[in-house]
């Protein structure tokens, strides 16, 4: 197969760049104040939402044995993102601490947006770049979780999520009625504790005690305790404040995203701790255009499931008789996921009718509901 013509590379490429039109979004909130302080949730939200709805569905998949060579303007991006949000986010710092211009409550709603940005888009970046091959990708995808104090998602994704996705044992599989306003402290509690433990059983394989210099955690703690010390540095405790401010709105977003994703999806227990395959029908999708271009094709989340190291534009698209599909691109269906009773009335008709079509042999849905089932083993 011969490879894309650069100009023809960057073209196509060209609208997952969208991400870096959020920069000078938030750069113009911190100068002006005032009512743009809301542009960057405005944007990632409201303007995606309506795009999806202009644009429609992207239902055409690309060569998945499309050369790495003939990747080098999608790659591009994912790379030029962590410098760009390091830079953007602690001059933030720096200079809204010490804005007069800005009031306390224009400062907070700002950083809520950098929140937006920082997980939307940093946190979705160090997604892809953890799963690639290169240190040095998975060094930039370190560097973006620990720009919002979430380093842990690294090991508790790769070694937990990807192993027991659907099953008890996966804390962000939403279960069947769970609102998001419980899946949230729970997940949080839970994710933790679960990395540690995955992390320390790997360690204990190779022979090793906790504080080996393979531990990740050791790395995780020392960027996180460094990049706390500059947003002090440059911005005081207000610095600090607006930093703690905006890592937290980083994980919610991620958290949101990890609910629809594969809420109320379980694999089959065949018994004795044995589950079935992870399977496309295992995972949410939404073929919508715009909203995957900013989410660098996350979207198509059964096949990075079946593929976890794909890269994100040769990410397949499943048909609705091969997986689930979400109604609405996830922009829009994170703002629904905020209002419990919202979300059941859409989403739990679409879980019941997917349980009809792939298992209607099963008659007792209650253990999958609670996550009573055994842990597979």
């Not at 305790?225 to 404040?241: F, K, T």
Request: hydrophobic residues 45%.
């Amino acid at each position: 197969m011969s490879v894309t013509p650069l100009r023809q590379q960057f073209h196509a490429a060209l609208p997952f760049w969208s991400s870096l039109a959020l920069v000078p979004l938030a750069l113009w909130g911190a100068m002006a104040g005032g009512w743009a302080v809301v542009l960057l949730p405005l944007a990632t939200w409201y303007l995606f939402s309506f795009l999806d709805a202009l644009t429609g569905l992207n239902l055409e998949n690309a060569d998945p044995d499309t050369p790495e060579d003939a990747l080098t303007w999608y790659r591009a991006i994912t790379l030029i993102w962590p410098p760009v949000q390091f830079i953007l986010l602690f001059w933030m710092i720096w200079y809204v601490a010490g804005a007069d211009h800005l009031s306390a409550l224009e400062k907070i709603v700002l950083f809520f947006g950098v929140g937006v940005i920082t997980g939307t888009v940093g946190i979705n970046y160090s997604h892809e770049l953890m799963h690639q091959r290169p240190r040095g990708e998975r060094f930039l995808g370190d560097a973006l979780l620990a720009m919002v104090l979430y380093s842990h998602f690294r090991s508790e994704h790769l070694l937990v999520h990807h192993r027991y996705v659907a099953t008890p044992r996966d804390p962000v599989t939403a279960r069947y009625n769970e609102g998001f306003h419980r899946f949230f402290p729970r997940v949080l509690r839970e994710c933790y504790a679960s990395a540690l433990g995955a992390e320390q059983a790997m360690l204990a394989r190779r022979g090793h005690g906790w504080w080996h210099r393979s531990n990740p955690f050791l790395r995780y703690w020392g960027l996180q305790a460094y990049l706390l010390l500059l947003a002090i540095g440059l911005g005081g405790w207000v610095g600090l404040g607006l930093f703690l401010w905006q890592a937290f709105v980083a994980i919610w977003q991620l958290e949101l995203v990890n609910y629809i994703e594969h809420y109320g999806l379980t694999r089959k227990h065949l018994g004795d701790g044995r589950y079935e395959h992870v399977k496309p029908r295992h995972s949410w999708n939404a073929a919508h255009k715009a909203s995957n271009w900013l989410l660098i094709n996350l979207q198509r989340h059964s096949d990075h499931h079946y593929k976890p190291d794909r890269r994100f534009p040769l990410l397949q698209n499943y048909a609705a008789n091969e997986a689930p599909q979400l109604p609405y691109g996830y922009p829009l269906m994170t703002m629904v996921a905020m209002v419990p009773p919202l979300w059941r009335r859409s989403m739990n008709p679409r879980v019941r009718r997917w349980r009809q079509m792939y298992y209607p042999e099963i008659s007792d849905w209650k253990p999958y509901n609670k996550a009573t089932n055994p842990p597979p083993r």
